[in-house]
């Protein structure tokens, strides 16, 4: 028998903000939340995935797996269509109208105004980009679905190298010197930050595309000096770099994001990446 409250899958689930999700506080007390990681279910396995979906009816969907290295995109572009777009496709198509939230990313846009707002126009430059525009287009075609487009996520993951901060912080604790770029521009965000965002929202009505991220535009640069002020270590081992300089898969120098329209949404603020960080401290 169903329960009370609805249904919730979350994909994703030893992800970073997948396993956030399952972990939170704010999660719907009523709600039987299902998650789900790779041992669980292949995602690629339409089949199969249909076969649980049947199974267990979910009223609401959070997608937060992806193929979201930007080389292994590079390297395997076919592979990152079937994971980041077909799995959003037969999503997509099995929910109908329910509600399906799709986890996106601030670099469908290709840096070079800044402040971003939902309707300015997308333009991505890498292969792991152009997989969440299609997904993307998939999603806002539903009668219930909502894109949320974020940054870079300071967190704790399970493996402890996933998040940007675990690999700043291991690279520092091993002697190595990070050359961080000042002229790209990101709105890092505690993943706790997003997860109470991402419940409110599961339980909202609000479709289309909203941006939830910190609302303190920094540099690569930036971000590390206050990582290593947290950390107490890194502060040596930083060196400046420009994106005039690098070689490699293009980069968007600055996809900081407008979230005013979330913003007026959520029961509570959205802080700053600095505010937060001093608030959270080294407990993430």
Known sequence: MKPVGKTCWVT?????????????????????VIGLGRPDLEL????AVSRRFERDQPDVVIHCAALSRGPTCEADPDRAWRC??????????????RRLL???????????QGRYREGDE????TVYARTKVAAEERVRALADGLVIRTSLNHGR???????????MRLAWQAGRSLKLFTDEFRNPIGVPVTVRALWELAQGRETGVLHVAG???????????????VYGVGKDLMERSSLKDYVGAPRSPDTSLDTGRAQGLLGFRLPGYSEWLREAGDSL
């Open 122 to 125: 997308v333009h991505p430059l």
């Open 84 to 97: 980041n777009v077909e799995v959003v496709r037969c999503l997509a198509e099995l929910c109908g109208d």
């Open 44 to 47: 690629t396995d339409s089949t």
């Open 12 to 32: 994703g689930a030893g992800g970073l903000i997948g396993s956030a999700l399952m972990r939170s506080a704010w999660r719907p007390r009523d709600w039987e």
């Open 215 to 229: 609302e303190e535009r920094l540099s690569r640069w930036e971000i590390g000096e206050r990582l290593a002020e």
């Open 157 to 167: 993951s399970d493996e402890g190298n996933r998040a940007f901060n675990e690999e």
């Open 102 to 112: 799709l986890m996106s990313t601030d670099l469908v846009f290709d840096g070079r």
